[in-house]
């Protein structure tokens, strides 16, 4: 069997192809004495995914981290497999296609019941109850001490220092680029492992009630508000409310004025495209400084 290509565009275009990485999937499955089902393609993410019954296979390649991703992931679950409070599916088995590199490993995990929240729509969206259960999890994951392999990832400092380069290739616009690096000189420490990603892809919901949270590979140390920032602009839609309900669960000190900047920090700290998110809460267009970019953004959230 010859080994997938981790060259772009060629891995990018088979990305979710059922029929190309099914003998993978297959294989993997065998060697864990897993049965063997009709491989289905959940949305297309970063990494390989596949759908075959009961169980998510799921690849890593050596592009976008691959190799730190598998083992932030695989480690995140066994964490997590002793806080059942903060709801994530089981682990079933992990290891390897080939022994030598390209290794392209892999984890196998229980596929979750229900649907990913971006799936639902306005009339089915659990919206309160959502958010409130989420911030639940994600105080009880705060709470929780970094795994090494997650505490080494010393991503948030770069992030910061790429910031106003970043924005301005999502849209950013640069009267608020050219603000960005002094907006963020007294941004927090890292000192909190996140999930890195929270969005409406990776939160399943069943019955009005979180189901599970799924793709840890992008765990990594931040500051808190890190994770606010796929939460409000992705997950939640932008709601402010949803945004409420979460920091009340959670218990959020933070208020006000101070609230926003943080927040705002983060945004500009994050490493996907936070721009077109922005632009759905503001009108971006007509907003000359970061400080008034806070307030429009986190009016009336606490």
């Keep these: 069997m010859l080994r997938p290509c981790e060259d772009q565009p060629h891995c990018g275009d088979n990305l979710g192809d059922p029929d190309y990485w099914g003998p993978y999937v297959l294989t993997a499955l065998e060697r ?34 691959g190799r730190r991703a598998v083992l932030v992931e695989e480690t995140m679950h066994r964490l997590l497999a002793d806080h059942p409070a903060i709801p994530v599916p089981e682990l079933i088995a992990s290891g390897q296609l080939w022994e030598d590199e390209p290794t392209w490993p892999y984890v196998i995990t229980r596929r979750l019941a229900g649907r990913a929240l971006r799936e639902l729509d306005r009339i089915e969206h659990p919206s309160a109850r959502m958010a409130l259960e989420l911030g639940e999890a994600v105080a009880r994951l705060y709470r929780l001490e970094a795994p090494v392999v997650a505490a080494r990832r010393e991503k948030l400092g770069r992030l910061r220092g790429g910031a106003p380069e970043r924005l301005r290739r999502f849209g950013f616009p640069s009267v608020l680029a050219n603000q960005v690096a002094d907006y963020l000189k007294d941004a927090l420490p890292a000192d909190t492992v996140v999930h890195g990603d929270l969005t409406g892809d990776h939160v399943f919901v069943r019955d009005s009630a979180i189901e599970g949270i799924i793709d840890w590979g992008d765990a990594m140390v931040a500051d808190p508000y890190y994770e606010l920032v796929p939460l409000f602009l992705d997950a939640f839609g932008g709601s402010r409310d949803r945004l409420r309900s979460f920091l009340d669960a959670y218990g959020w000190r933070a208020s006000g004025a101070e609230f926003a900047r943080r927040a705002l920090q983060a945004i500009l700290s994050f490493r996907f495209d936070t721009v077109a998110g922005i632009k759905r809460v503001v009108e971006l267009d007509r907003v000359r400084d970061l400080g008034e970019l806070a307030e429009r953004l986190f009016a009336g959230v606490s």
């Design 32 to 65: 864990e004495r897993l049965a063997r089902e009709r491989v289905e393609t959940p949305f297309v993410g970063t990494f390989p995914t596949f759908l075959v019954g009961e169980v998510v296979v799921k690849f890593f390649g050596g592009t976008f981290d």
